[in-house]
């Protein structure tokens, strides 16, 4: 079955940092871009970053409300993708999802992790 | 990056009822358009990819149309198991953005 668990969300200080990360099952993880998104509570969803595979040299993006403070990373040979939070602010809660893109000229994202819940607050 | 607009951001709907939800792109986005569901407590699921393609295991009665910058979602006799917020999301650009959401609630 093809899944993905996240793990490491917690209360977190305005200032601090976490670092999130999800594991994949049931697919080649090392050949899909695989990316991350939020939801805070009550609120819709928000594309927050994504790391290409190695063919594309691994490379990054980030929505511009969290360049330079977050960092995605991942390890093909533990079938595992990361989030690096820094500098958090208390807009940063949310229930943060991984996600797999799909391969070809159309990219949406399936499946979905169940998320892990990142407070920020003091 | 390029943003996208929902609307209604809700409506009130009975079973059986034919719904159609717009979202509109700040530019064009081709038929880069993907459509997902999603229930209270639950993850989002994807309905529709480029525009109009049914993800597999989807029912019928949901269907997607639009390119350029104007795109629906329509449902065909509404069910209860529908009831649930949609979201449209662009793939055109690399930064993957979604509207704001549409909450699909029972009259």
């Known amino acids: 079955e093809v899944q993905l668990v996240e793990s490491g969300g917690g209360l977190v200080p305005p200032g601090g940092s976490l670092r999130l990360s999800c594991a994949a099952f049931?697919?080649?993880?090392?050949?899909?871009?695989m990316d991350w998104v939020r939801q805070a509570p009550g609120k819709g969803l928000e594309w927050v970053g994504r790391t290409r595979n190695r063919a594309n040299g691994y490379t990054t993006e980030y929505a511009a409300s969290v360049k330079g403070r977050f960092t995605v990373s991942r390890d093909d040979s533990k079938n595992s993708l990361y989030l690096q939070m820094n500098s958090l602010k208390t807009e940063d809660t949310a229930v943060y999802f991984c996600?797999?893109?799909?391969?070809?000229?159309?990219?949406?994202?399936?499946?979905w992790g169940q998320g892990t819940l990142v407070t920020v607050s003091s | 990056d390029i943003q996208m607009t929902q609307s209604p951001s809700s409506l009130s709907a009975s079973v059986g009822d034919r719904v159609t939800i717009t979202c509109r792109a700040s530019q064009s986005i081709s038929n880069y358009l993907n459509w997902y569901q999603q229930k209270p407590g639950k993850v989002p699921k994807v309905l529709i990819y480029a525009a109009s393609s049914l993800q597999s295991g989807v029912p019928s009665r949901f269907s997607g149309s639009g390119s350029g910058t104007d795109f629906t979602l329509t449902i065909n006799g509404l069910q209860p198991e529908d009831f649930a917020t949609y979201y449209c999301?662009?793939?055109?650009?690399?930064?993957?953005?979604f509207g704001g959401g549409t909450k699909v609630e029972i009259k």
């Open positions: 999301q662009q793939s055109y650009t690399t930064h993957l953005t």
């Open positions: 996600v797999r893109e799909s391969m070809g000229s159309y990219v949406w994202f399936d499946p």
């Open positions: 049931g697919f080649t993880f090392s050949d899909h871009y």
